[in-house]
């Protein structure tokens, strides 16, 4: 039988296939080509490979969409701190009320990361990062738009539903996109850079734009950022396998937010009381009860939010805890060195932003030092010496008096933290990410973003609560006497993490191209 054949543009015959080819695809949509291919050519596109290809080309972008996704959702962890003053004048927050800014997004962040990490491996890590970065970004509009305490809030919780819908999505992504080895490394240098230093540039940032803008502008400057990254990740992300089966965990979701957020509850009551209030007790019971039942379902359920066998690797397992501790002191540190700028020194909102400058911009250059160091002496120097800084630091920071001034009293200790901070995050993304099966990596990485929002919220309401504690039975000067246990306590925080990091193993050392 003669083979079918078809005329080109030009007249000539040719073969025709029943199954259209991927070669007969112009490479330019301008091509000349005959009006019946057309629709051929649309249909035998084959957008996965031509995303890959695009993402190879242009492997900075896909690190920006990646890294700004987690920029943004760390940074407002803490943006709204130097803005509080405002936003509890405009809205009619009371002292104790306005921690709640932070905590709410917070709880919202590290509670639903989990289930944000289950959605992300049913249907697709990409698509679940930009769900959750459109969502962030309506949130963002309309916390920038609230007249009143109770609609700000609502947001706020919003924008960490949203945030731990994007965020698990972020350190897979670099697994997926990046190869394992010199490549993966420095992707991972930047991300764990821009993870540390999130929350220091948070607190620029928020100076910057509540001096010469209004408070709003903190919620507001994420819709570029958002727009930007929508329009980035399709095009230039991929997609990651999809693992169909299985039920959301929805009880175990709840059991653990509300039992987290129980407890931290009633460690703010006991700041603004004391420990015999009964609300707090009945706090402290219903979180036991609720993470008790969180923890029976996990063992239960066929497809738990917490994979425990990732817990199986004595590495990654101290690699955890370390993530759960050491955001726990630095919160602290940042929530009182705020006061103290603003209370004590008198510093405008953009002069309180800019006085953490240097630890962010410490923090970058340990990070991004920090992939040459692992190469040279093992992730486990490099994390051994970074956290022996941070406490430096942070004890240093307990001295801190009435009368002492920016550079005397918290520059030293601000730049100590900072490049101590620098080199213990990205050693510990290496511990956490190793030997992970590509099925697991979404978990594993919502795991550790779930360590460091639930280490660091959990952190500052008990450190919150020492404060409370101190400052109400001290006849001195109460702030400075609550400041100072509470970063005593930070400094307990990272000592306990320091001593963890040395039962770590050392991983073989990557070979430097």
């Known amino acids: 039988m003669p083979t079918p054949t078809t005329r080109d543009s030009d007249g000539s015959p040719r073969p025709r296939s029943s199954t259209p080819s991927a070669s007969a695809v ?24 031509d995303r890959s290809a695009r993402g190879r080309a242009h492997p900075y972008l896909v690190l920006g969409a990646i890294v700004g996704t987690q920029l943004m959702i760390l940074l407002d962890a803490t943006v709204v701190n130097v803005a509080l003053p405002g936003i509890g004048s405009h809205l009619g927050f009371s002292a104790t009320g306005m921690s709640w800014v ?11 990361l989990l289930l944000g990490s289950r959605i992300g491996d049913l249907v697709g890590r990409r698509t679940a990062m930009v769900w959750g970065v459109g969502a962030f970004t309506v949130a963002s509009i309309a916390g920038g ?5 109770t609609t700000l809030l609502v947001a706020r919780g919003l924008q960490g539903a949203a945030a731990a819908l994007a965020a698990p999505s972020t350190l897979a992504l ?16 930047v991300f764990s ?6 929350s220091a540039i948070g607190l620029t940032a928020g100076g910057i734009l509540t001096d010469l803008g209004t408070w709003r502008w903190v919620f507001f400057v994420n819709v570029p950022v ?4 929508l329009l980035l990740a399709p095009r230039f992300v991929t997609e990651t396998e999809r693992h169909r089966g299985g039920r959301f965990d929805v009880a175990g979701a709840l059991t653990g937010t509300l039992g987290m957020a129980t407890l931290v509850y009633g460690f703010i009551r006991v700041g603004e009381s004391r420990w015999s209030d ?18 029976v379902n996990e063992t239960r359920v066929e497809r738990p939010l917490v994979v425990l066998r990732l817990f199986a690797d004595r590495n990654r397992a101290i690699a955890y805890g370390v993530m759960l501790l050491v955001p726990a002191g630095m919160f602290g540190v940042f929530y009182f060195t705020t006061q103290y700028l603003q209370t004590y020194l008198h510093f405008s909102p953009l002069r309180t932003g800019f006085a953490f400058l240097p630890l962010a911009g410490l923090l970058f250059v340990a990070a991004r030092l920090a992939p040459r160091m692992i190469g040279r002496f ?3 120097t490099v994390v051994a010496l970074g956290l022996p800084l941070n406490l430096a630091g942070t004890v240093w920071i307990t001295q801190l008096s009435s009368s002492d001034g920016y550079a005397a009293g918290l520059l030293g200790p601000l730049m100590l933290i900072g490049f101590g901070v620098g080199w213990t995050m990205m050693p510990l993304n290496t511990f956490i990410l190793s030997g992970v099966q590509p099925k697991e990596a979404g978990s594993a990485s919502g795991l550790l973003q779930t360590m460091q929002q639930v280490g660091g919220s959990l952190g500052l309401s008990v450190l919150v609560t020492v404060f409370g504690t101190v400052s109400r039975h001290t006849h001195g000067d109460a702030f400075i006497s609550g400041a100072t246990a509470a970063f005593t306590l930070a400094a307990v925080f990272v000592a306990a993490a320091l001593v963890m990091v040395l039962l770590l193993k050392a991983p073989p050392k990557p070979r430097l191209r």
């Open 174 to 189: 670099i697994a997926t996109s990046f190869a394992e080895g010199t490549e993966r490394n420095r992707a991972l240098s």
């Open 145 to 149: 738009l609230a007249n009143d305490a």
């Open 278 to 295: 009964g609300r707090a007790i009945t706090s402290f019971v219903a979180a036991v009860a609720l993470l008790g039942a969180f923890l």
């Open 26 to 49: 112009p490479a330019d949509p301008a091509t000349p080509a005959a009006a019946p291919a057309a629709p051929a050519t649309s249909a035998t596109r084959l957008p996965g490979a």
């Open 102 to 112: 932070l905590n709410v997004y917070t709880l919202a962040f590290g509670g639903l």
């Open 193 to 198: 850079a821009v993870s540390g230093a999130g």
């Open 226 to 229: 958002g727009a930007a990254i």
């Open 378 to 380: 093992g992730a486990k």
